[in-house]
């Protein structure tokens, strides 16, 4: 079956780095996806990683693949008040499937 | 290059109701995907338009329809409305094996 399961809820304080954490049960998952969305808003791509791949950097974010685990985890280094969002982990077996979504994680940000 | 769009933007409909919401797909993407984000859940797959055909399904009631136009534009249609359907629903276009990129969704109500 597919299914995409993270935790509810994080809190960080500014400037410390967050690690929002996801597991996957699809074993044909090619694209493992990060999306992020504020309150009110669509959902905005943060960055994905390929199933052959086990890291992936883009500025303050790192993503992490233990493809054998099936966990994936997102670290959003100097935690800003402006990274206070829900964080969606989802997957999809190629890039124009459908993609399964986790139910997301709230990052709330503490002073 | 105008992104993904969507109307309405807000809805409000009574049960039993029919709905047509419109999504726009981004500049050179023939694929539009809906997606219903019921509050403090993930976004769930409804269905996939290819070439004016529904290419993939997911686990909704036929009340949920829709329809691709030759110029790529999409429409999700939901007849006989209940209360459950308030959501916010999402599309997302895509060009064949390309990221998909998603829309700031269209809020629905049903009182």
């Known amino acids: 079956g597919e299914d995409v399961e993270q935790s509810l809820f994080l809190s960080v304080r500014e400037g410390d780095s967050s690690v929002i954490n996801c597991t996957y049960t699809d074993s044909s998952s090619t694209y493992l996806y990060w999306y992020k969305q504020e309150p009110g808003a669509g959902l905005q791509l943060l960055t994905y990683i390929f199933s052959n791949m086990d890291m992936k950097q883009d500025q303050r974010l790192t993503v992490l693949l233990n493809k054998k685990d099936k966990h994936l985890s997102l670290r959003i280094a100097d935690t800003q008040t402006g990274d206070s969002a829900i964080y969606f982990c989802?997957?999809?077996?190629?890039?124009?499937?459908?993609?399964?979504f986790g139910k997301g994680t709230r990052l709330h940000i503490l002073p | 290059d105008a992104g993904v769009t969507q109307s309405p933007t807000h809805l409000i409909k009574t049960r039993g109701q029919q709905v047509t919401l419109r999504c726009s797909p981004k500049s050179g993407h023939d694929t539009v995907s809906w997606y219903q984000q019921a509050l403090g859940q993930g976004p769930q797959f409804i269905f996939q338009?290819?070439?004016?055909?529904?290419?993939q399904r997911g686990n909704f009631p036929d009340r949920f329809s829709g329809h691709q136009y030759p110029n790529y534009s999409s429409e999700l249609n939901v007849n006989a409305l209940l209360l459950g359907d308030s959501a916010l629903y999402l599309c997302a276009s895509s060009y064949p094996s390309q990221t998909q990129y998603f829309g700031p969704g269209t809020r629905l109500l049903v009182l």
């Open positions: 338009y290819y070439e004016e055909e529904e290419r």
């Open positions: 989802a997957e999809s077996r190629s890039r124009d499937d459908k993609i399964i």
